[in-house]
């Protein structure tokens, strides 16, 4: 039996050694699990919870939360290249939390820094960083899906109407800066998708958010597949 326990023991302490060998920590802060370590024991093993701490740990205090994680690995040249997505979004978007899930990569933006308290009409800043996103956004490859969300504040359907009309001026916005309306697409979901309860100021905050989902266009695909 003690003999058991031990081998259990060591066999913990190696996966975790493992994991952390799969960790990096990339020039702006934020930490990132490495791909091909976690693809190598098994995407599906680690599921969802991969995925909760690749947004948790990039989150670095700013209000930003990503919903819909999933925790998917994928490696070869289309990971390849919305790694190289994901970088420059972050390297252009301090201020927002970006992950690389799967395929995709999702973008989140606290409404806070977008847009002031019950308004749609993009404050300055704002403006600053989606131009800079812009420049990445519209020579890549990608789709990208808008996704206007609040808190539980209000009504349904004056949060539900907010969150479409944010969704579509950043859509707007980032289309006067040459990324072509045709591969966006802008959603309100009001308050029917918190990553957080609506309990208290601080996750309110997360909760009302702008997400972008961008995902490889069949170009994409068809450019990186096979490669490594």
């Known amino acids: 039996m003690g003999m058991r326990l031990i081998f259990k023991a060591v066999l913990g302490l190696t996966a975790c050694a493992f994991l952390v060998s799969g960790c990096a920590t990339n020039p702006d802060g934020s930490i990132e699990w490495q791909k091909t370590a976690i693809g190598s024991i098994g995407g599906a093993a680690v599921g969802a919870g991969v995925g909760a701490l690749v947004g948790g740990k990039t989150h670095r205090g700013r209000n930003a939360a990503i919903g819909g994680l999933t925790g ?47 308004k749609d009409a993009l404050k300055p800043a704002a ?13 890549s490859e990608t789709n990208i ?45 009001g308050s029917s998708h918190p990553v957080a309860p609506n309990d208290t100021d601080a996750n309110r905050a997360l909760n ?3 997400q972008l989902e961008i995902s490889p266009n069949d170009n994409a695909r068809a450019q990186n597949s096979g490669s490594n």
């Open 72 to 118: 998917a690995v994928i490696g070869g040249g289309i990971g390849n290249y919305m790694d190289r997505q994901a970088a420059e979004l972050k390297k252009s978007m301090p201020e927002a939390e970006v992950v690389r899930d799967g395929d995709k990569v999702f973008v989140a933006l606290p409404s806070g820094i977008l847009f002031d308290t019950g």
């Open 145 to 189: 899906i808008i996704q206007g969300h609040t808190d539980s504040t209000g009504s349904a359907s004056v949060n539900q109407a907010l969150s479409e009309r944010r969704a579509h001026r950043v859509l707007d916005y980032l289309a006067s800066n040459g990324v072509p309306a045709s591969r966006m697409s802008a959603v309100g979901y």
């Open 208 to 210: 009302r958010r702008v």
């Open 127 to 139: 403006m600053d960083s989606l131009g800079k996103a812009a420049a990445t956004l519209r020579n």
